[in-house]
């Protein structure tokens, strides 16, 4: 009886961690696409946001609006995922996914690529999978 629980229990966790790296797939679409509106319906309304090209940090929709607005000013931005780190938390059914991305940028003066790391937390509230922590840095 107890093999089943066990197996039971690793099927749940390759669903969560699935389930977030799906919401962090659409995430990046949604940027390499440039629909603001895409990018912020995958975070949780209280998220917080400590984002890559900005010193502000946000934890309302107009504030990550901003700054989404801001960050695709300039153009499209594609989001490459170069490594990743899961940890999952039961308990409070969360996942957290931390890694290193890279953004490449269409500039009038030729493209640019700004490597970052990263730290999402996801949480699932009712069904979904949502963002509900983001921090990203530039790589020095």
């Not at 090209?53 to 995922?81: H, M, P, Q, W």
């Given at each position: 009886m107890q093999q089943s629980v066990v197996n039971q229990s690793?099927?749940?966790?390759t669903s969560d961690i699935e389930a977030a790296r799906t919401t962090l797939r659409q995430w990046t679409e949604a940027v390499a696409v440039g629909r603001v509106e895409g990018i912020l319906a995958l975070y949780a309304p209280d998220a917080i946001l400590v984002p890559t090209l900005s010193n502000e940090i946000v934890s309302d929709e107009a504030g990550r609006r901003?700054?989404?607005e801001f960050f695709l000013s300039n153009g499209k931005a594609e989001?490459?995922?170069n490594s990743e780190k899961i940890r999952i938390d039961h308990k409070r059914c969360t996942v957290a996914i931390a890694g290193i991305y890279s953004f490449?940028?269409?500039r009038s003066t030729g493209p640019e690529t700004v490597p970052a790391r990263f730290l999402f937390t996801f949480e699932r509230t009712?069904?979904?999978w949502r963002i509900s922590g983001?921090?990203?840095s530039r790589c020095i």
């Amino acid at each position: 009886m107890q093999q089943s629980v066990v197996n039971q229990s690793q099927t749940d966790e390759t669903s969560d961690i699935e389930a977030a790296r799906t919401t962090l797939r659409q995430w990046t679409e949604a940027v390499a696409v440039g629909r603001v509106e895409g990018i912020l319906a995958l975070y949780a309304p209280d998220a917080i946001l400590v984002p890559t090209l900005s010193n502000e940090i946000v934890s309302d929709e107009a504030g990550r609006r901003r700054y989404f607005e801001f960050f695709l000013s300039n153009g499209k931005a594609e989001c490459t995922i170069n490594s990743e780190k899961i940890r999952i938390d039961h308990k409070r059914c969360t996942v957290a996914i931390a890694g290193i991305y890279s953004f490449l940028f269409q500039r009038s003066t030729g493209p640019e690529t700004v490597p970052a790391r990263f730290l999402f937390t996801f949480e699932r509230t009712g069904g979904d999978w949502r963002i509900s922590g983001h921090h990203s840095s530039r790589c020095i």
